[in-house]
Each structure stands twice: as structure tokens, then as C-alpha cells.
């Protein structure tokens, strides 16, 4: 089993910067396909980016040429960074891990607004 704590998250300006990390332990770090969902208020979870075990990625259409998921097998973290930032990019931002079964951190926030 997996554990996952987020960090990173902040209040930013619209067209800032950030870039969020997720530290798993627990388990063989490289075996999992990781990645970052989030949640805005009254909406469901998204899925963000995934990165898989071979370092394959894929994001959703609304984050495309703006955020970079990336991994490092040897510190067992993974980044998500986040450029161009929009208003309605504010949400809770949740590191998962998936290795036959699915877990999850306990969320991020991140604030978009001028």
C-alpha cells in the first residue's frame, strides 16, 4: 500500500506559475502509474495528467501545452507543473497512484485569481 502527500499548492495570479509535488512511500514507487485529478467546488473529479510506469503521458484537452506531469523513480515523487494559469484551474488538486488498486492524497489547493 501507498501513501501520498501533496504539496505545492498556493494562491497565484491568472497567466502564473506553480508547480506541484507528490512524495509516495510505502511501496515500489516505479510500478505505479501515477497522476493528478482535481476537483473544483460543485463540480466532479477530473483527471488532469497521468504519467505511466514507462513515463507515458496524457492530459485532459484543457490543460494540453500548459502543465507537465513528470516523475522521478529515485526520489518517489511526482510534479505537475503548471504554467499559464486560468481562473478556472482553481480547485483541489489530488496526487493518485495506481497499482492494481487506486489511491489518493489528501488534495492541494490551488487559488487562481487576480
Known amino acids: 500500500q501507498v501513501q501520498l502527500v501533496e504539496s505545492g499548492g498556493d494562491l497565484v495570479q491568472p497567466g502564473g506559475s506553480l508547480r506541484l509535488s507528490c512524495v509516495a512511500s510505502?511501496?515500489?514507487?516505479?510500478?505505479?502509474?501515477m497522476g493528478w485529478f482535481r476537483q473544483a467546488p460543485g463540480k466532479q473529479r477530473e483527471m488532469v495528467a497521468i504519467i505511466s510506469r514507462e513515463s507515458t503521458t496524457n492530459y485532459a484537452d484543457s490543460v494540453k501545452g500548459r502543465f507537465t506531469i513528470s516523475r522521478d523513480n529515485a526520489m518517489t515523487t511526482v510534479y505537475l507543473q503548471m504554467n499559464s494559469l486560468k481562473p478556472e484551474d482553481t480547485a483541489v488538486y489530488y496526487c493518485?497512484?495506481?497499482?492494481?488498486?487506486?489511491?489518493w492524497g489528501q488534495g492541494t489547493q490551488v487559488t487562481v485569481s487576480s
Open positions: 510505502g511501496d515500489v514507487f516505479e510500478r505505479y502509474t
Open positions: 493518485n497512484a495506481v497499482w492494481g488498486y487506486s489511491y
